[in-house]
């Protein structure tokens, strides 16, 4: 086999010097009758496999938490390279500081997006990352309730309610009104002292641009943890960051990761100074060696598993590594000018695509709010029967937002990218009349 | 430099500062392509409230500088691909290339976890076909793609033990886990709700079956247990194990993070074990990256089935896969989408390149170790003598009289030219050394580590100073941690900015 580097010679000699006849010795301390005597029913060895019926060929208008953007192959090469790809986790900060330096520049551009001060080296996704910012705040107010925005990603609240069942935690959700954003009133009634956080996501699950002053103040009035969670992070190029929040959770996908049909992705959490020690995860900081050269280590490591075991602040240990300096690497392509004009392009083209769609009749936006590159329309029917007449276009329509929110059938979720180009929009909203146009 | 040292010589690497210094305005190194639709005014599109300026610090650098800048960094690491690795626990062995082409193929990296299920067949497929792999290798009768890694996976089968006794009536309210255990281990215990009773390994460092006898009562949920466990020593008494939790109710729960030493030559669901994760990223070489992504994958025995995490894979008539949401005794969901599907494609990949011969894979790796136990037993303490599987734990105890640690001769091992074994684990062995060669090594690396091993033990001899200041030949000395963490500097901020420097 191609992969291991033993002649048959070799393991002959190996065997000798270890003072055993056959390598089965080396096994007898496996029960007898519990050793496989028969090949595993693999299939294989190949060489070579390939994934058939796929999406290649559609134009898709889904976000909805994964989005498609623009990628320089300048990420793909630097992650590729086996220094970063085949290293470990850098506990040996001597022969780890590439990872590490690259890690403290991650840190450091979470905090620049998010306006937050301190930011850690990932977590798994924004799901889980919204679920940890939401145990961090249990654990620095010292209350077990939450109240969560509905507008909220729904997978984003499947995985918080996993995780909050057995840890006392009650999860309430707050509705949204009428214009899509969060339901002030209903959220300053729920809001008591004994909440420990207030999770809202922005622009959030309907494309809705949230205002962060009013609500964090009703957080805070309430000495409530105010936790703001972001699934499309390029909006942070144009969009003003959440800078009121306590905790921001964000998803890193849109920094230069594929859809990957969901993952791997980079979940972050940034979050102010004087709650770093209740933070979970990696830290890299920075520090000197014994002859005063700058240098990088995993720091404040007392509230990790390995150190901690029970008493930990979280369970994580692997995290999303590679994920995260894809990002960095692609924010450092994009830098300051190329984020914030991917950004404007968002906006300029979910624009064009909403007054497009607009014109067909009978199609009406739902929610009249600002909103980044992606926004919510009605429409006449079911968006199933219309998405599956697109799909013979070869376009695969809008999420159906009927499936998470049973009072918004006929409604859905339009998603529109810099990769999106004007003719496929215009041919969107022509496939999307001639299927209204339809007898049903 | 000492003359012993074959593997590795000096060279020169290059200095770079942080991205963030080497920023000038105006610079860029992506350009998008023009506009085609009308522009937006933001301030108009968003509002004056929403609208964000520029961000200040963000780098403006060319894309030849970015290019230099992280391979400058790259060559700061040491990595699988420039040689031994012998982290024990971490089964460090090859990343093959092939796994990093296919999981980037159109049609696998370009797929939108919502897209229509008609056009999803080839990922599910893919996701099928590893679950029936996974589970032939692990003698289960179900399991769950979807943690991220081994910590969720371990969260995700406490979870399912939780839901099933629960459903019984009592969910309990203890995790047994032996002190030798992974530290995500106890961890985990706490989020899904259980108190943690640690129980201490026997003298040969195997669980005390007699002492487990006792502290099994209608408390305990599960025992959580590592097997091989992190000693390197397979756990003989397991079906006993097995049949002293079952018949009080409880679980077994397996750590799978050793599966190395066992794919191909047993199988744990026949051992008695009820629920158990994998770790992609150890046993089925998908790459580290310098601390992740991985995936955790939770194989299980029938009894837990009906709780696994929702999505559900379900194959229709015809052979058409769907993910069915709904599952009225499921766990609810431990991820978004369809857990780290990358990760899973060159899992599957690398298993599939082997097929039934990845049993060769495990016997190298156990005979590798077991290569380096002989050739090193007597240089270092040998704490405990059971026989080793794929990994060898030893002891500074000898060094240690000289003032010499298992994180001295760790850090010296670097200026041999390799990463340095685990050092602070297991916590049951004082001065630890743990070494975890993998099969991905030749006669010849195993050689060139052992005759470092002597070399530093005969440093740690004769003259130990060299050995308590390495490393020597790395970019920067040992590094201030005390420093790092008293006066926590977490990001870059720009020197100039009086309003930054103040927060």
């Known amino acids: 086999m191609r992969y291991l580097p033993k002649s048959p010679t070799e393991r002959h000699e190996m065997l000798a010097a270890v003072g055993v006849k056959s390598i089965e010795e080396l096994f007898s301390s496996i029960p007898e009758r519990f050793r496989l005597r028969e090949a595993l029913k693999i299939p294989g060895p190949y060489s070579k496999d390939r994934a058939s019926e796929n999406s290649s060929g559609y134009t898709s208008f889904l976000g909805a938490g994964v989005y498609n953007h623009l990628r320089s192959v300048v990420t793909d090469a630097i992650i590729q390279r086996g220094e970063f790809l085949t290293s470990y986790t850098p506990y040996q900060a001597e022969i780890t500081q590439g990872t590490l330096q690259a890690i403290f520049e991650f840190q450091t551009l979470m905090c620049q997006l998010t306006g937050q001060e301190v930011a850690n080296a990932s977590m798994y996704d924004g799901s889980t990352a919204t679920t940890e910012a939401v145990l961090m705040a249990e654990r620095l107010t010292g209350r077990q309730r939450v109240l969560v925005a509905r507008s909220v990603h729904p997978e984003y609240r499947d995985v918080l309610k996993t995780y909050a069942k057995n840890s006392g935690l009650v999860v309430e959700e707050i509705p949204f009104a009428a214009n899509g954003t969060v339901d002030a009133k209903a959220l300053q009634s729920a809001l008591k002292d004994d909440v420990a956080a207030v999770v809202v996501q922005s622009p959030n699950f309907f494309g809705v641009i949230e205002s962060y002053a009013p609500l964090a103040e009703f957080a805070h009035a309430a000495g409530a943890m105010f936790v703001v969670a972001v699934a499309e992070g390029v909006s942070l190029g144009i969009v003003r960051p959440p800078a009121e929040a306590d905790i921001v959770a964000m998803e890193g996908q849109s920094f230069g990761l594929p859809p990957s049909y969901g993952g791997p992705f980079a979940g972050v959490i940034a979050s102010r100074e004087k709650f770093v020690r209740q933070m979970p995860g990696r830290l890299s900081g920075q520090t000197t060696d014994s002859e005063g050269q700058r240098g990088f280590v995993l720091t404040l490591a007392t509230r990790e598993q390995h150190i901690r075991r029970e008493k930990a602040t979280s369970n994580i240990c692997t995290n999303q590594a590679l994920c995260a300096l894809a990002a960095t690497v692609h924010l450092t392509l994009l830098g300051k000018e190329g984020l914030r004009e991917m950004a404007e392009q968002n906006l300029s083209k979910a624009h064009f695509a909403l007054s497009e769609l607009e014109k067909v009749p009978g199609v009406r936006r739902t929610f009249d709010m600002p909103f980044f590159n992606e926004f919510t329309i009605e429409l006449p029917r079911s968006v199933k029967i219309v998405n599956s007449q697109l799909l013979r276009e070869k376009i695969i329509g809008p999420l159906a937002l009927g499936t998470a929110y049973p009072e918004l059938t006929k409604r859905a979720l339009v998603c529109v990218t810099e990769t999106t180009t004007r003719a496929e929009i215009e041919r969107f909203a022509g496939a999307l009349k001639t299927a209204l146009q339809r007898p049903i | ?503």
């Not at chain 2, 969260?155 to 203890?174: D, H, M, V």
């Not at chain 2, 837990?304 to 709904?326: A, C, S, Y």
């Open chain 2, 1 to 503: 430099m000492n003359t012993k040292i074959k593997k590795a010589s000096r060279h020169t690497n290059q200095s770079e500062g942080l991205i963030f210094e080497k920023s000038s305005p105006g610079k860029r190194a992506f350009e998008l392509p023009p506009l085609d639709v009308p522009a937006a005014d933001p301030a108009k599109a968003l509002g004056a409230n929403h609208r964000r300026a520029g961000i200040e610090g963000f780098p403006e650098v060319s894309e030849i500088e970015v290019l230099r800048h992280f391979t400058r960094l790259s060559t700061w690491n040491y990595a699988i691909d420039l040689g031994m690795y012998p982290l024990g626990s971490c089964t460090m062995k090859y990343n093959p290339r092939v796994n990093e082409f296919v999981a980037r193929l159109d049609g696998i990296a370009t797929e939108h976890p919502y897209q229509p299920q008609e056009l999803s067949q080839g990922c599910l497929k893919i996701m099928r076909l590893l679950e029936q792999c996974l589970l032939e290798m692990t003698g289960m009768d179900a399991i769950t793609l979807q943690p991220a890694a081994g910590a969720q996976g371990e969260l995700t089968g406490l979870l399912l033990i939780r839901a099933f006794l629960e459903k019984q009536g009592n969910p309990r309210k203890k995790v047994l886990i032996p002190d030798s255990a992974h530290g995500t281990n106890p961890a985990t215990a706490v989020i899904a709700g259980y108190e943690v009773e640690n129980i201490r390994s026997e003298s040969h460092g195997q669980i005390d079956v007699e002492k487990l006898r006792h502290l099994v009562t209608g408390e305990v949920a599960a025992l959580m247990i590592t097997n091989p466990s992190t000693l390197g020593i397979f756990e003989q008494r397991i079906p006993e194990i097995a049949q002293i939790l079952h018949s009080k109710g409880a679980l077994l729960y397996m750590d799978g993070a050793n599966m190395n030493a066992l794919a191909g030559v047993t199988r744990p669901g026949d051992l008695g074990v009820d629920v158990m994760h994998l770790n992609l990223h150890k046993t089925f070489s998908t790459p580290h990256g310098g601390g992740g992504p991985g995936a955790g994958p939770v194989a299980m025995k029938k009894i837990l089935e009906p709780f696994r995490p929702v999505p559900i894979l379900v194959e229709k008539e015809g052979g058409r896969l769907v993910l069915e949401p709904v599952r009225p005794d499921s766990i609810g969901r431990v991820k978004a989408f369809a857990g780290n599907f990358g990760v899973l494609v060159r899992a599957l990949a690398y298993i599939l390149a082997y097929g039934p011969g990845v049993r060769q894979a495990t016997e190298d790796a156990v005979l590798n170790a077991n290569y380096i136990r002989k050739r090193l037993e007597g240089v270092f303490e040998l704490p405990y003598s059971l026989p080793s599987m794929h990994e060898v734990v030893f002891s500074d105890a000898i060094q240690k009289k000289n003032g010499v640690s298992t994180m001295d001769i760790a850090k010296r091992l670097i200026d041999y030219g390799f990463h340095p074994y685990t050092t602070a684990f297991p916590l049951i062995v004082p001065g630890a050394m743990m070494i975890e060669p993998t099969e991905s090594e030749s006669k010849e690396e195993c050689d060139l580590f052992i005759d470092a091993m002597k070399a530093i033990a005969e440093e740690a001899a004769t003259k130990p100073e060299i050995v308590k200041t390495a490393p020597h030949t790395t970019r920067v000395r040992r590094l201030d941690e005390v420093g790092a963490a008293r006066k926590p500097v977490l990001r870059w901020k720009p020197a100039t900015s009086r309003s930054e420097a103040a927060d």
